[in-house]
């Protein structure tokens, strides 16, 4: 059950609801513009998976890096990054977060502390850990989160970074978005054992399970492990399970499941759900209406300057591919 | 100057660079006891279990992990320990490191050095003996050498330690107890710089690592046509400016290299050479078997300079 936030956890609450909603509209204009061909490639929504996002960013500070995986657009709003060069990002432009060399699947904005999503499941654990070794030999006393997906514990990275967080003592906080899913396949039917959070527990990461769709209880849970790895305790497991209310891309109809249990997890919404608690905290309809036309507005805006912005030049192919033997237009 | 060895050259490279820049580090399995050819020495007791980090059997996360520290501004040096054990890294190496940097528009690169040590060596068959150069050659976004001498493992690994891009550096096992002349202070090398070892007039033999030894062997036989023989010493980018100099005067070019012959870097060399210059090619190479572990069968996949001389002789025809 949600707890009772106090006043102050209100205004945070609220916050939660805005950019929960930011991510939402995000997420279904690039959808659409996926559909219209607006927005190239494979785009992976995590539509019905804001609370985690939202709920584990709003602990970290600026200088706290995260890494992501393919379904990463709404980690990166919640750290902070611009949805005008993040759409630009997505619909290839200059203007984009990497210039349009990257798109959804690449997406990282390193200024608000975004290293990067992967199209690689899983390989960004072993980077999260060694972004962490870096920030301790830097001397500052930075932690990192690690975002993936509940497919991504039956890869050896998985193994490999847990362990390796463990020996060394690192600050990060691993980030399970157990969405039920893997592609279109159901993860617990490819997954031996008790799943992600005893798989971390084995390796001596405390693992700490959380209802994914409820972004109090989220925002509070990571808050008591990020300043767990602040106070040098060791790296920490969240394992939040939630649902993909989606198809695994923005093309996939999804018909491994029956329309009936999607249905009913649409009933648990994690933005409905957090509306209807601040509805019953004494907020007004209103207000709650204003701030979600607001997200919609920011994401309206992106779009309309994502399409008018201008693609870099075709040469700018030929550049950041290295220094030593750069390859010549 | 000194006379040290390959591998105590690499040993004096990288505690130079460690003491000039607190930001470089390594990691990899036993370097807190030296590493599994002895080649991080008593660094660890020098800078410590964080800078010379020992770390759990896992390739993945060693390589991954640097390219992570990486991106966060240190400069890692990556162990791992037999080229061959490099391909449980290959996601880590190929997908991450070569591509973060245009990934991602440049917000950030990726300074790190992995160690590949290549080649045949104390009968060490299939698993640990391969030249795999040519595969990292293929990838945009990484750099490639291959050092010969004492001298340049010095002045190679400072190079490639400074390079702001993610560079695949491969020693060969069988050259660590190689001696040579190391000047202490001499300025790190220029990555991407052939050199002509020996003069010649008739064929231009282009090699690298080990087979560079073999070569200038070949050149001293009897018999033999007059070799000039180039040591790449980075494959890439790699030199044309000095190969196609040579190739030009002796209108005959030999790359050689221990790597399978098929797909091999040779390849590439002996192509460009041909259409740019329209010169004779010959590439000479190991078959295309794995390495065996009985040494009159491990012989088999060996370049041997009577076999060099042969193939210059004939480019002669
Ligand atoms: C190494 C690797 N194998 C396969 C894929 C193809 N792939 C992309 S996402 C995905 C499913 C990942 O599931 P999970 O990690 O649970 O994340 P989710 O998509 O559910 O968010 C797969 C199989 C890939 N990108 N990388």
């Given at each position: 059950m949600t707890q009772r936030p106090n006043l102050r956890d209100l205004e945070r609450l609220k916050r939660h609801f805005h950019i929960m909603h930011r991510i939402r509209a995000f997420e279904e204009e690039a959808e659409r513009a996926n559909r219209d061909g607006r927005v190239g490639g494979a785009v992976h929504l995590s539509i019905g998976q804001e609370a985690v996002a939202a709920g584990v960013c709003s602990?970290?500070?600026?200088?706290?890096p995260i890494v992501s995986n393919h379904r990463g657009h709404g980690h990166t709003i919640a750290k902070g990054a611009e949805p005008r060069a993040m759409m630009a990002e997505l619909m290839g432009r200059a203007a984009g977060t990497c210039g349009g060399k990257g798109g959804s699947m690449h997406i990282a904005d390193f200024k608000v502390g975004m290293l990067g999503a992967n199209g690689v499941v899983a390989a960004g654990i072993p980077i999260a850990v060694g972004a962490a070794q870096a920030l301790r030999l830097r001397g500052a006393d930075a932690v990192v989160a690690c975002f993936f997906g509940d497919g991504a514990v039956n890869r050896g990275p998985f193994l490999e970074g847990l362990n390796w967080a463990r020996i060394y003592d690192l600050p990060v906080l691993f980030v399970c978005e157990d969405n039920g899913f893997a592609s279109t396949t159901r993860t617990k039917s490819v997954t031996g054992g008790p799943g992600p959070g005893p798989r971390a527990e084995s390796l001596g990461i405390p693992a700490h399970e959380v209802d994914g769709n409820d972004v109090a209880r989220i925002d509070e849970l990571a808050g008591e492990l990020v300043a767990r790895l602040r106070n040098g305790k060791g790296p920490q497991f969240l394992w939040a399970k939630t649902y993909r209310l989606k198809g695994h891309t923005a093309a996939d109809p999804a018909r491994y499941r029956e329309a009936a249990e999607v249905e009913a997890r649409w009933q648990d919404d994690p933005i409905a759900r957090l509306r209807a608690l601040l509805i019953e905290l004494g907020v007004a309809a209103g207000e709650l209406d204003a701030l979600a036309r607001a997200a919609r507005g920011e994401i309206e805006d992106a779009v309309a300057f994502a399409q008018s912005a201008p693609f870099a030049p075709a040469e700018a192919a030929f550049g950041d591919v290295q220094d030593v033997g750069a390859p010549q237009p | 100057m000194n006379t040290i060895s390959y591998l105590e050259a690499s040993t004096l490279a990288l505690r130079q660079e460690m003491e000039r820049d607190p930001l470089v580090w390594a990691l990899g399995e036993d370097l807190g006891r030296g590493g599994v050819f002895g080649q991080y020495g008593d660094l660890q007791r020098r800078f410590g279990p964080a800078r010379i980090c020992d770390t759990p059997i896992s390739e993945s996360t060693i390589m991954g992990a640097a390219v992570g520290a990486a991106m966060m501004g240190t400069r890692p040096v990556v162990e791992m320990r037999f080229s061959d054990f490099a391909l449980c890294a290959v996601d880590e190496l190929v997908n991450q490191a070569a591509k973060a940097r245009f990934m991602f528009g440049g917000q950030a690169k990726v300074p790190l050095v992995a160690r590949l040590p290549i080649g045949m060596w104390r009968s060490s068959a299939a698993q640990h003996s391969q030249s795999l150069e040519s595969w990292w050659t293929h990838i945009p976004g990484l750099v490639v050498v291959a050092p010969s001498t004492p001298a340049d493992n010095h002045a190679l690994l400072r190079a490639a330690i400074r390079c702001d891009d993610p560079v695949v550096y491969h020693e060969h096992k069988d050259l660590w107890g190689l001696k040579g002349e190391v000047d202490e202070r001499a300025e790190p090398a220029r990555l991407g710089e052939a050199r002509i070892l020996r003069p010649g007039n008739d064929v231009t033999v282009v090699t690298w690592s080990k087979t560079v030894h073999v070569a200038l062997e070949a050149a001293a036989l009897a018999g033999s046509p007059s070799l000039e023989v180039i040591d790449l010493r980075t494959l890439w980018p790699w030199d044309r400016a000095t190969v196609f100099g040579s190739a030009q005067r002796t209108g005959r070019l030999l790359v050689a290299h221990e790597a399978v012959r098929v797909g091999g870097f040779g390849g590439e060399i002996a192509a460009e050479a041909a259409e740019q210059l329209g010169v004779k090619v010959r590439r000479l190479g190991a078959p295309r078997i794995p390495i065996a572990y009985a040494k009159p069968m491990e012989d088999q996949a060996r370049i041997t300079a009577a076999a060099i001389a042969a193939a210059a002789r004939l480019l002669l025809g």
């Open positions: 602990n970290l500070r600026r200088e706290d | -």
